[in-house]
């Protein structure tokens, strides 16, 4: 049985190895977001006997047991189980040396709304929020397996903001008060805990910016080694955060203050950015890559604006596209994903004040700027030794590589030479990353 989750991103490749594996005798089985959202796509195009829509975590013992009796069905619907039934990696099985980093999953779900994002829609608004024991059982087995680094791989690693816990408080809603209290006591249990663990060990995770006003909260992540954290900064204009529904975001200089919080408290942001938003202006480019700079953010991400399935922004793009719907190669237009990638559309929306080159080129130069060689060796000056130093500005470079030419990089020769690179240099960062086996280390309690 070969079992294959996808997202929009790889769902191409995805359908290219379920068809491999199909003609070669195995039962194929697609899961994950973009299997969710277009199931029959796996089954048409990706050579899937089955596909699981929602959480696979408990429907899958039925699928194995089907397959088993040779008679899977074509589609099982795992839903949105509760944080108690989500199921731990069996990470025993991973080839150890195959991987930098491992990644757990603490709370699933995201409560904001942002316009470019599937997550709450798919995972849902209402945190499911593992228990601790769960979470810090699963660590422990990846540090007793040589596993250093450590993704939680959440929507959202701060689900209640202490405005949420305000608001309930205004609104005399007991109920809701006691729930959110619970859940941020939980978080701070969950921190406590992984504070115990071996102190080399690095975790990083996603979060909202609005943690930055919860010096308590920002406190106990440095004491529980997280030193990093994606944080969705996404435009530095207030006209931008509207554009995407993220005006709970701050812009100007009470961004840059924000970011610095993180930073204060020992949290490395990978700052993500977004460019071609309708408010966007070539002015736009400079500035943002002037806060990127002035925020004192680790990594940064330059992406552009594209309309992912499941979010109101591709429901609002497929509507504007209309009946006549042009294609590349014979795909539609509309399904992006399954155009080969040097031939999908960079830019979905005509822009009122730029072409699409022009947002390509400028979304490059940002990237160049924030990854030249000058700045990376500035941004490096917490490191204390040169080592470290030159040891940051290669996974720089590795970084920039693999996401700001894969993502814009308009032939596919390019596409291919970055990735050749990017994989080259991945090899001896394995070193940097991986951990000494600590197969009698306990769970602490
Ligand atoms: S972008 Fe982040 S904050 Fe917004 S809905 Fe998605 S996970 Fe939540």
Redesign the pocket.
Known sequence: MVGIGIHTGNALRGYEIGKMARERGAFVVFGGIHATLYSEEALNLGGAHAVVKGDGDVIWAAVLADCAKGTPKSLYLGGKIEASDFLPARWELVPRNSYMWASVQTVRG?P???S??S??RTDGQRPRQRSTDSVIEEIVQLRRLGFRFIALAD??FYPVTLTDIELAMRQGDTHRIEELRSIRAERFDLMARLALLPPDTVLYT?I?MEAAEDPSFLEAMRKANIKGALV?VESVTPEGLKDVF?DFNLAGDNLVERLRTFRRHDIHVLGSFIFGLPSDRPQTFEATAAVAQRAQITFAQFVMLTPFPGTVDFAKWEKSVGSEIQSVGGVPITRPWLIPHSRRPKMYWPHPAMSADEIRQRTQAVWDRFYSLKFIWQRSRFLKTLRSRLAFILISKIYRQMYADTGIATDSARLARSTRWARWLAKPCQHLFAGRPMPQLQVPL
Do not use: A, I, Y
Request: with cysteine; charged share 20%.
């Open positions: 995201c904001k709304h942002c470019f994002c997550v709450w929507d959202n996603q909202t969705g993220k």
